[in-house]
């Protein structure tokens, strides 16, 4: 599997060019033109994005906005530190590991409030926490994904070089479900629905929830923050880049706040766009991204001081199967901020958006056979 040396190794190549872009984003017509890296494949992970795009929300407020599609290869942080984007969406402890290697960047938008991933497996296998675990074969991901599992093992007592087996897990569950590994890292909005449109040998139908276990990082206590909007931290020190960067949240707040509103609606501008995954898997991811999200009591982005220490402290302490730590140190300089998204969501507001989603509740999805 990946270890936290291959994430240095990615993020090393930004060093030193976050100078070289400095200033705001180029403009035409008195429009202002942005680039934002996403994390991964269009989905309805980023439908605010998409949304805002599709909907106008940032032509609104005088940007035209290119999403940059995200895949295995690419590090959004990398992309942003060395000037090929003008914002990215990436993991906070990711992007933190960057930042010790000099990428400079900051979290000025923190719209997932919550951690999506899990670790899932079959029920009846005897394992309900991360404790049961030990002796286990455990599926990961790599490339910075599996901070959480080992913040998680780490936390129960066990050593993620000696009381498992870890497995280099593809980006799909056909390990679980062919028994090949005894829990799958999956994400909330994705993989776990993934085995829930899976056939059930022994039934011929659809697996449901309750032919899994679950085991939930922030109930487990060892959540790390996901996806945020980072800026560079070079380029903030100008003026008409933070009007953008003001201006971007506003829009992405629109964006998110009409996804919530209007998942079907969001669901079909995802499939449109051209996701591999279908229209059932698509709302199901929708529903579960919002979660993420909603309600959000102080308002839609703002960084959350006791979080964000959280995800600091777990990327110290926790060590991988090499006995690394993500961060050697917490992190110096402006790693964070909330004046812009502040503004943004006061921006918003005024505009009569609902910021804080206080009544949002949950939609049941149906999912159907592959997704479709």
Not at 59 to 85: F, H, M, S, Y
């Amino acid at each position: 599997m990946a270890s936290l040396a291959l994430v240095s190794l990615l993020v090393v190549t930004a060093c030193g060019t976050a100078d070289q872009n400095s200033g705001a984003p180029s403009t035409s017509n008195g429009v202002t033109n942005v680039k934002v890296q996403l994390q991964w494949f269009f989905q309805a992970q980023f439908a605010g994005y998409i949304a805002a795009v599709e909907k106008g929300f940032y032509k609104e407020e005088g940007l035209n906005v290119e999403l940059l599609e995200g895949g295995v290869d690419i590090v959004p942080q990398t992309v942003l530190g060395q000037g090929r984007a003008d914002y990215a969406v990436a993991w906070v402890p990711k992007a933190l590991a960057s930042r010790e290697q000099g990428v400079q960047i900051t979290d000025v938008g923190q719209f997932f409030a919550r951690s999506g991933t899990y670790q899932v497996a079959f029920a009846g296998k005897g394992i309900t926490s991360a404790k049961d675990l030990k002796g286990k074969k455990v599926g990961n991901w790599g490339f910075g994904n599996e901070f959480e599992l080992f913040a998680g093992l780490t936390k129960a007592g066990l050593d993620p070089g000696k009381d498992v087996t870890l497995v280099q897990q593809q980006f799909d569950m056909q390990a679980l479900l062919r028994g090949d590994i005894d829990a799958a890292q999956a994400m909330s909005y994705n993989e776990y629905a993934q085995v829930l449109e899976a056939t059930n040998p022994s039934t011929g139908k659809l697996y449901q929830p309750s032919d899994f276990v679950i085991i939930d990082w922030n109930k487990e206590g060892t959540a790390m923050l996901q996806d945020a909007l980072w800026a560079n931290t070079t380029r903030l020190g100008d003026k008409a880049y933070q009007e953008t960067t003001v201006k971007l949240l506003t829009g992405t707040i629109k964006g998110w706040a009409y996804c919530r509103d209007n998942p079907e609606e969001c669901r079909d501008l995802v499939v449109k766009k051209g996701s591999k995954l279908g229209a059932s898997h698509q709302l199901w991811q929708m529903n579960e991204t919002s979660k993420l999200i909603w309600p959000s009591s102080k308002g839609i982005g703002l960084i959350d001081e006791g979080d964000w220490n959280r995800t600091v402290e777990l990327s110290q302490s926790t060590k991988n199967q090499d006995g690394k730590t993500v961060l050697t140190k917490k992190p110096e300089g402006q790693a964070f901020t909330n004046e812009y998204i502040q503004k943004a969501i006061d921006k918003a507001k005024a505009g009569g958006v609902d910021v804080t989603g206080s009544s949002f509740s949950p939609k049941q999805v149906t999912l159907n056979a592959g997704g479709a």
